[in-house]
């Protein structure tokens, strides 16, 4: 145990004033080092000059911050000499916090520098969850469909059957909105909404094979929505305004078709350019046209309440089938009679009332289904000249399931705007599924309100022509009908504007992924930075659709492409959560894989039911880009992309897997732990227990575990022994629950044989990127320190992570649980090692009912309020649950203990060597300086954690093994279990999704 303070001699006090004032430099002779030079003219392994792959974050910081100072007095332990290029924490946490908002710094795999250059900057945030999502995700859903289908679907279906297809729809949208609020809050979603996420879960070539359709499925909506506006205008608004034919036009005619061709090409034009000319037009009209939606729906529904009311038409039932308005002149039989043929005797002939309202009992009526053919007044029944007919080729429950399903689309506008929220991972699942919440209830109430207040033939007439040629649900509106045409017309208008402003920049982002090389002349913006040559080429595509001039056939259209990118978000979240990743921690809870399961099947279903021929057609062209991908990818690492169709299955994979380091969010610790064994009378003894325990416990990492041992003489001599201890390590790995492999080597010494391992273990991708190597316990009378020291610069060479585990009692587990805290205490940049270990042993049913507590050292210079901020922040934006503290080292004064601690190692060490007493250096005070001052700091916070997480220190050029065992050893007196981990040299953690 260290002397007391106040047990020191009154030299000790005084030496240690003069050393803080700079009147006393000590110098030491020599070192072990030195001593084994002279003996062996060698410089041992750990002493060669070694890569720093953080070297380049101190030319970030000290670019940023201008003060960076690797040599700080307070924790000279952890950054002299060998640790320079690593930055503290507190220089850097407030980088990790800003981060941009258009673009992922994650794109390729990062090194540390890159990782930490793209953070730097910091998009402004100020939306809520009211206006950022619910608003704008409820402007997306309602829309054309509403207005102008909806009734004709419930007359059609029923209203039985009317509710089963919203119900299906407004389901499968809702299942689809879960698994987008996990991936969503799973980190960051900078842009490109659907696109982004897919591509980055499922990779380039599902994400680019979904962009494109999503990116159809967007450029047809807008389509759709500007022949609905047509529609509107033509059939409800300004019936005269038609350019091919006496106005108003027949909806059935082929002049009306015209219409909806040269007015759509028209007003396209007019949309493509207020969108060139600027976005912010586009945001300023969408909230008007928000508004008269909504305005719009509060209209229809006081008119559900007060119908029937002074205005609403009556309509003219002849036989039946309804007339239309300027044929049924005064609806009597002898009118009708002395203009149409048909008209008999024998044929009923009244007047009755189109909205009835809720007293009546057409809801009863309504509640069947009225499946017509073309040309159909009632079923099997045709209609006659003047009266109102089915005018679709036919319906059914199918082809009214795909013309409806694009009213429950539009989900993804939150994450749309993820860059722009004040909190994504809060306002992102409330405000998406309280809209799909919000516009089901719409959905279903106006369902059940429609069936109860209008008769069933009106609700059939799709173009309003037995009632002069009115909306249906206008006529439904208080107090007048123009409230609903109106936000009808903005609401098509508006939604057309903002798929004409997305679907370009989808488009753009695509190309700029260089994924498909046909797209890389749409990748180039502008001058100001719009998507120009996208929005050109989106023109082009809904003019197409806009050539069709029919709002029900490019409806399926579009069910079809949205059903196909909803189905890959929840395939995106079901994968995810079966994998348990590492990078995999939504903020969002409220998700199972077998919910996401279910809404894929039901996207797929729905595909298959609206039409098996578009479905096909989709999945096809699907493949076929993902093929390409494939192809292209392939093609561009190997220079042939049908190569890899002939290997075998492991070969492919590991090939694939080889072909880049893994990216930040798939590291997940890949562990080479060393094992001692004790070998006696023929047969083998684990030593060490815990390292294989502790790799065990961080399988939740999904990594691969090898255990490794080494026995010493040689291989011919041994090899039954060694095959021996192999299976002790397997029976080791099986007890541990760790999926992995055992190895034994045989050497003629421990440095060389774990040398050779670390460097040599694992085939291909499949290799370790940590190591873990058991505490030397007996380091002051064995060489195990020096071991050790060989291992960590081994590591460091390879940029390898590195572990060295100290428990002084028994490892946690199932049986016994540790229940108290797992505590980090991170001091050094470490690419978020730390952090990322101490999540994935809470993983562990041995360490979960642990909390979790972060701590960073705030020094004199450091502005501790914000650092605390900064870390909360920064924890936030990780998805993980945990406690953050900044704690105060501000003295960096050598007190007079250190001096004592200093001096009895000189003292231990001189007698060990045989060597002259020396003075300790002024930086091995210091050293000494940093870890008592930490441990007081450490057992005062952290004494009863069950796991103290700390950054290891890298030991210095030519670093006396003895000298460095002493620091840790100090820096841990008092603390139960210890778990030093140093990082590999890149980042292994993100904010981003």
Known sequence: MPASPRGL????????MELNEGLLTPN????????????????PAWSLSRPNPYSTLSDIVSEQAGDYDAESDTLTLFTADGNTGVPKVSNVLNKLVKFPGGENPNEEVLSAQESMLALLKKAPVKLDTLAGVYLPTIQNIFGVILFLRVPWIVGTAGVG????????????????????????????VPAGGAYFMISRNLGPEFGGAVGILFYLGTTFAGAMYILGAIELLLVYIAPGMSAFGPGPVDPDSVDFVNNLRLYGSAVLMMLVIVVFIGVKYVNRFGGVCLFAVILSILCIFI???????????DVCLAGQGLME????????????????DWVTNTTSVERIQGFPGLTSDVGSQNAKSTYLGQGEVAHGVDGFKGQVAETSESTSFAILLAIFFPSVTGIMAG???SGDLKDPSASIPTGTIAAVMTTSMVYFCSVILLGATTEGTVLRDKFGE?????MVLAQLSWPTEWIVLIGALLSCLGAALQSLTGAPRLLQAIAQDDLIKALEFFGKASESGEPTRALILTACIAEAGILIASLDTVAPIITMFFLMCYAFVNLACAIQSLLKSPSWRPRYKYYHWSLSATGMVMCVLLMLISSWVYAVVAMMFAGVIYHYIQYRGAAKEWGDGLRGLSMQAAKFSLLRLEETPPHTKNWRPQVLAFARLEVSDGSTKLLEPSLVHLAGQLKGGKGLTMIASVLLGRYQDRWQEAAAGQKTLKRALKTASADGFAQVMVGSDIESAVTYLIQGSGLGALRHNTVILGWPHRWRTQHSASILLQAMSVSRSANLAFMVPKYESATPSESNPARNSIDVWWIMHDGGMLILIAFLLRQDKAWSRCRLRIFCVAEADDNSIQMEQDLALFVRLLRIDAEVFVVEMVNSDITPHTVSRAREFEESRAAAYGTPLASPSQTSLRRMNTATKMNAVLTERSKDADLVALCLPDPLEDDDPLEYMTLLEELTVGLNRVLFIRGGGREVITIFS
Do not use: M
């Open 466 to 470: 037995s009632i002069g040629g009115r």
């Open 161 to 188: 059957q009317a509710l089963l297809i919203v119900a299906i729809c407004c389901t499968t949208t809702l299942l689809t909105a879960l698994s987008l609020s996990a991936i969503a809050t799973n980190g960051v």
């Open 303 to 313: 008119g559900f309440f007060s119908t029937p009311f002074a205005g609403q038409p």
């Open 9 to 16: 001699k009154k030299s000790h006090a005084r030496e240690a």
């Open 415 to 417: 994450s749309n705007r």
């Open 28 to 43: 030491s002779p020599g070192s072990l080092i030195e001593i084994e030079e002279q003996k062996a003219g060698i410089r």
């Open 325 to 340: 308005s300027d044929e049924a002149g005064d609806c009597t039989q002898e009118y009708l009679r002395s203009v149409f």
